[in-house]
């Protein structure tokens, strides 16, 4: 077959298929996935009634290119109870899942050939986002703590700098910023006129300390979330962005042509999980703090070094060496993510998944321990 001729954008040839989507696809069915982060929850019922409904309703359309008016009024109400940020509707977009409020925010906000400072290791879609906006990914090296320090962040601002990420509670480490932490990044931002962008999707999974919005310090701050880890919601596909009107409205020009709206029935879903009762999230929450503690348990008893993860639902430890471990693991049915697949200073690391039933979790902890 002859080689073809074609010729592709050059910002396509700087990124590639995810690590975590690699071991998502390639995974055997019998597998233990601990590669994935997703919760092997279901859906709440009152949730799924919801959606039903708006099917029955024949509520199948398009919807406003921001999201259904009750949804966003939702979501501001959420934003003032539980973050302590005052955001008006039309300060609000809802998006198809974190990741494109994430495309939108990036896209409107650093220009072509600037620098976006990012935690190193960080969730992969940062980087990679950053390289299709034509620009730089500059990671941060994080503490031992596995959190990011605002000294460090300040040392890497170039006057190419247009934006910083912050993730707390973080993937791929479980890190957890403290409230001094997120004032401190809102002050440099705010100083260094750069735009501030908080990743907020685990907030609800926190097992020591407590969520603080840099939001609450500065009102340049763009604030992204979802409904997907917090009720189970990942394939629904629905997360939101909130900042400052005139940002809004360039980020808005940006989602309604490669999206126009949010998936209408997803959309009345996010809107009965956001107002209805919140027990299910407590009880997740609590499961979770469960196999963390299990988690930590087995892998002290193999000596391996990792700091103690404080939320979402991933630990981060080092090993010898990560494709030997993941490899040897695979052999064995058992799928974790090679730390690279997250940064340079993820090398060395796998990330644990424990959002998996604690019975298949303890299966995977004694095969890992026997591999290691």
């Known amino acids: 077959?002859?080689?073809?001729?074609?010729?592709?954008?050059?910002?396509?040839?700087?990124?590639?298929?995810?690590?975590?989507?690699?071991?998502?696809?390639?995974?055997?069915?019998?597998?233990?996935?601990?590669g994935l982060g997703q919760p092997d929850f279901d859906t709440p019922e009152h949730i799924k009634r919801a959606a039903i409904k708006a099917i029955e309703d024949g509520f199948t359309g398009y919807t406003p290119n921001a999201g259904i008016p009750e949804l966003r009024n939702a979501i501001s109400d959420k934003l003032k109870k539980e973050n302590g940020i005052s955001v008006p509707q039309d300060e609000i977009i809802v998006t198809?899942?974190?990741?494109?409020?994430?495309?939108?925010?990036?896209?409107?906000?650093?220009?072509?050939?600037?620098?976006?400072?990012?935690?190193?290791?960080?969730?992969?879609?940062?980087?990679?986002?950053?390289?299709?906006?034509?620009?730089?990914p500059v990671g941060v090296p994080l503490r031992d703590d596995l959190t990011m320090d605002p000294l460090e962040v300040e040392k890497r601002i170039t006057r190419k700098t247009g934006a910083l990420i912050v993730n707390s509670p973080a993937n791929p480490t479980g890190a957890v910023q403290t409230e001094r932490d997120m004032k401190a990044f809102a002050e440099i931002a705010?100083?260094?006129?750069?735009?501030?962008?908080?990743?907020?999707?685990?907030?609800?999974?926190?097992?020591?300390?407590?969520?603080?919005?840099?939001?609450?310090?500065?009102?340049?701050?763009?604030t992204i979330n979802a409904t997907s880890k917090t009720y189970?919601?990942?394939?629904?596909?629905?997360?939101?962005?909130?900042?400052?009107?005139?940002?809004?409205?360039?980020?808005?020009?940006?989602?309604?042509?490669?999206?126009?709206?949010?998936?209408?029935?997803?959309?009345?879903?996010?809107?009965?999980?956001?107002?209805?009762?919140?027990?299910?999230?407590?009880?997740?929450?609590?499961?979770?703090?469960?196999?963390?503690?299990?988690?930590?348990?087995?892998?002290?008893?193999?000596?391996?070094?990792?700091?103690?993860?404080?939320?979402?639902?991933?630990?981060?430890?080092?090993?010898?060496d990560e494709r030997d471990t993941t490899a040897k693991l695979l052999e064995k049915k058992v799928i974790v993510t090679p730390g690279s697949s997250f940064g340079e200073y993820g090398r060395n690391h796998i990330r644990i998944s424990y959002a998996v039933s604690t019975e298949k979790l303890k299966?995977?902890?004694?095969?890992?321990?026997?591999?290691?």
């Open 232 to 320: 189970a919601m990942t394939g629904w596909r629905i997360g939101y962005v909130a900042a400052k009107k005139e940002l809004i409205e360039q980020m808005l020009k940006i989602h309604s042509y490669i999206q126009a709206c949010a998936p209408s029935i997803s959309q009345k879903a996010s809107y009965a999980a956001l107002t209805g009762p919140q027990e299910c999230v407590g009880k997740m929450r609590e499961v979770f703090m469960e196999r963390r503690n299990l988690v930590v348990d087995a892998l002290r008893k193999m000596n391996l070094r990792f700091a103690v993860p404080h939320g979402a639902f991933y630990i981060f430890p080092e090993v010898s």
């Open 96 to 136: 198809s899942g974190a990741s494109e409020a994430l495309h939108l925010a990036i896209h409107a906000l650093v220009e072509k050939g600037g620098e976006v400072l990012m935690p190193s290791p960080c969730f992969v879609s940062y980087p990679a986002l950053t390289y299709l906006s034509d620009a730089r």
């Open 190 to 222: 705010d100083e260094h006129r750069i735009a501030l962008i908080s990743d907020e999707v685990y907030e609800h999974f926190i097992y020591e300390g407590k969520h603080a919005s840099p939001a609450k310090f500065s009102d340049e701050v763009v």
């Open 1 to 34: 077959m002859p080689k073809s001729t074609k010729t592709f954008a050059s910002r396509v040839s700087k990124i590639d298929i995810s690590g975590i989507r690699k071991a998502f696809e390639s995974a055997p069915e019998e597998a233990i996935n601990l």
């Open 363 to 372: 299966t995977a902890m004694e095969i890992i321990s026997s591999v290691l």
